[in-house]
């Protein structure tokens, strides 16, 4: 190959990229002057402007929703916040409530106990429940009153609905209580108002805490559901007139069984948290050792015993 022919090799070679630099520069030059017609801005900038729009239109979507989701975020967390504040808010309120009521229910309560001491013609004691016995839960309660406030054994306890029981241990602070309806508990019981009434029995608890049960009475005597059973005053520990409860059952005697005859307690044995201790102690009773001429003595020897 000649020179002349490996110099114009060489040249066409060169030429195809000076041919494409030259057209790109000449591209470059027009770009750069030519104008758009209405705003006569320069196509090269309204091109690039283009360009940079298609860049930066994801870039500023992708922005807006890494930023709207952070503001997303924050609010969820003060929302979350702001729910967890009106939840211990709400909960306060419904502590209020409820004690509110349990302190208007408490007033009443006391309220009864109030009248039961201006309608009583003895001294009462108002007391709360502290506390019940676990050996025999439902029969037998403690209070907060002792022989300090001049609490004595027998003493009743009674409410504003009827009689609950009489104490049968007394400490300086304390006292305990047995129930009527306790198994073993018994009183003298009569039908109707005292004084009216040929209806009498003994009433005494079955260990069922809305159950009493009264026996002895004749069965001479009509008794009717609903009628009042009240205390006799005979068994040294009650006053007469004291309410016991009323007639819920009656089984019917015969010439030589007397009647079965089941009270329920007017007084809401289930539910007690105040309680009265009734001040009463019975009148002596007379010494017929006493009264009677040589009782207790020998009469061979004409000495006591």
Known sequence: ????????????????????ALLLGNFI????????????????RVWTQAVADF???????????????????????????????????????????????????????????????????????????????????????????????????????VTNGGLVGYVTSVSPLTAQIYLLTKAGVAEGGIIGEV?????????KGTGKKELLEMGYVPNSVEVQVGESV?????????????KIGEVVEVRSGSATVTHQIFIK????????????VLLYEPPPRPDYDKSVPNAGKDVKGGKNK
Do not use: C
């Open 1 to 20: 190959m000649t020179m002349a022919e490996r110099t114009q090799k060489e040249v066409w070679k060169v030429t195809p990229w000076v041919m494409i």
């Open 29 to 44: 030059l027009m770009a750069w002057d030519a104008h758009e017609p209405d705003t006569q801005q320069r196509m090269i």
């Open 55 to 157: 860049v930066q239109s994801p870039v500023t979507s992708i922005g807006s929703s890494v930023t709207t989701y952070f503001q997303s975020f924050a609010t969820l967390r003060t929302a979350q916040s702001d729910n967890d504040v009106l939840k211990q808010r709400v909960q306060e309120l419904e502590v209020a409530v409820q004690n509110k009521e349990s302190l208007s229910v408490e007033n009443e309560r006391l309220k009864s106990l109030l009248e039961l001491k201006n309608r009583s013609n003895y001294k009462i004691l108002p007391a709360q429940i502290i506390g019940r016995d676990p050996s025999a839960w439902f029969d037998t309660l403690i209070i907060n009153r002792g022989s300090l406030d001049g609490v004595k054994l027998r003493m009743p306890i």
């Open 195 to 203: 004084g009216t009434s040929n209806a009498l029995g003994v009433v």
């Open 230 to 242: 009240y205390t006799t005053g005979q068994d040294i520990i009650y006053p007469p007139g004291l």
């Open 265 to 276: 307690p007017s007084a809401n044995l289930s539910s007690l948290q105040e309680v009265a």
